[in-house]
Structures are given as C-alpha cells and as structure tokens.
T-cell receptor, first 112, second 110 residues
Framework: EAGVAQSPRYKIIEKRQSVAFWCNPISGHATLYWYQQILGQGPKLLIQFQNNGVVDDSQLPKDRFSAERLKGVDSTLKIQPAKLEDSAVYLC??????????FGPGTRLTVL | KQEVTQIPAALSVPEGENLVLNCSFTDSAIYNLQWFRQDPGKGLTSLLLIQSSQREQTSGRLNASLDKSSGRSTLYIAASQPGDSATYLCAVKDDYKLSFGAGTTVTVRA
C-alpha cells in the first residue's frame, strides 16, 4: 500500500513570498489533516478535512493560510504572504474510519 | 484546552537498557492515546494506540500503559537497541483532534 505523498520535500523562500504544498493521501482515506511542526515542538493541527468538507480549521491563520481538498482526494496548503515564524515542517496525514493516522514525510519550509 | 507534556525532553542510554518514557495530559476526557515514533527528516509512525477503556497495549518490545484518571501514560521499550534511537511523541485524542506532546529524543549508545 502506497503511503501519504507530499511535495516538495524542502522549500526555501523569502518573507512575504507565497508557497504551496501538495499532499496525496492513501487511497480510500476519507480524512486528511495538515499539521505544522515547529522545531522542538509537537505537531499542531492546522486543518482537518472529511472528504471535501472542513471539520476543523480553528488553528489555521486564515489571514495568510488557505487549504483545499480537490474532489475529496489531493490537498494543497498555501501560505501567502509567508512570515519568518512560518518556518516549520508541514505534515500531511490521512486516516480511514479507524483512529490511526498515517503521516507523510513532511515539507520543511525555511522562510528567510 | 488539552496540554500534553513529555519529560524528559531527551535521554541517552546504553544498548540493552530498558527505556521508560513519560507522558502527561491535563484533561482526562480523552478517547484514546497514541505513541508515535519520528525519525529525522521523516514523518510520524504510529507505534501503539490505547483506547480510553484500556489500561495497556503491547507490541513486541513495546508496552504502553494508560492511567486516564491521573492523566498519565508510560511507554516502555525493553532491551533497547541503537535502532530505537528516535524521537517519541505521545498524542491524546479528545473530540476529533489529536494534541501532541513535544516528544522525548532517545539515543541508544552501542
């Protein structure tokens, strides 16, 4: 079974620039999550999708972050404009009906 | 708001020693607790999931206990090996969201 795919793996941008991350979940998984993991901290949930719909985006900085899930499959997370404090690893995870979440390798973002 | 704490932040042990990793959480109204492993530059891998009605789960050399009333969980790794070197995170699920601790970084010395 193929795992959760993310791209790019690494991205370096300057502050105020825009960036987008892509996630392809495990086939058949209805739930998709985006997490932000700042160095030395645990992952923090940014947004959770159930099929096409948003279940929770309470911790998503909506003035600069946006996310969508296309046809209930792939998802993109965008930051516009980026700030220095957005430097982190962005993790995508998916899950079936059970509680176990399967994580992708993450995208490491550095904002200069 | 759920707060999850893991102490210590890091530990180093010689090969063969048993590992004991601690996790505490502030709100005992949880659905389950999970332990994850994270290797550098990689995502998280689920190790064990304990439902709120369970007291422990075991998988090979790993054993995790849960005391929901006191807000604590412990992950035991028996006979540690250099390949066990990684960061171990615990996460609790309440409602539908996982709240993670910052993790314990383990180094097993050969």
């Amino acid at each position: 079974e193929a795992g959760v795919a993310q791209s790019p793996r690494y991205k370096i941008i300057e502050k105020r620039q825009s960036v987008a991350f892509w996630c392809n979940p495990i086939s058949g998984h209805a739930t998709l999550y985006w997490y932000q993991q700042i160095l030395g901290q645990g992952p923090k949930l940014l947004i959770q999708f159930q099929n096409n719909g948003v279940v929770d985006d309470s911790q998503l900085p909506k003035d600069r972050f946006s996310a969508e899930r296309l046809k209930g499959v792939d998802s993109t997370l965008k930051i516009q404009p980026a700030k220095l404090e957005d430097s982190a690893v962005y993790l995508c995870a998916s899950s079936p009906i059970t509680d176990t979440q399967y994580f992708g390798p993450g995208t490491r973002l550095t904002v200069l | 708001k759920q707060e999850v704490t893991q102490i210590p932040a890091a530990l180093s042990v010689p090969e063969g020693e048993n590992l004991v990793l601690n996790c505490s959480f502030t709100d005992s109204a949880i659905y389950n607790l999970q332990w994850f492993r994270q290797d550098p530059g990689k995502g998280l891998t689920s190790l064990l999931l304990i439902q709120s009605s369970q007291r422990e789960q075991t998988s090979g050399r790993l054993n995790a206990s849960l005391d929901k009333s006191s807000g604590r969980s412990t992950l035991y790794i028996a006979a540690s090996q250099p390949g066990d070197s990684a960061t171990y995170l615990c996460a609790v699920k309440d409602d539908y969201k996982l709240s993670f601790g910052a993790g314990t970084t383990v180094t097993v010395r050969a």
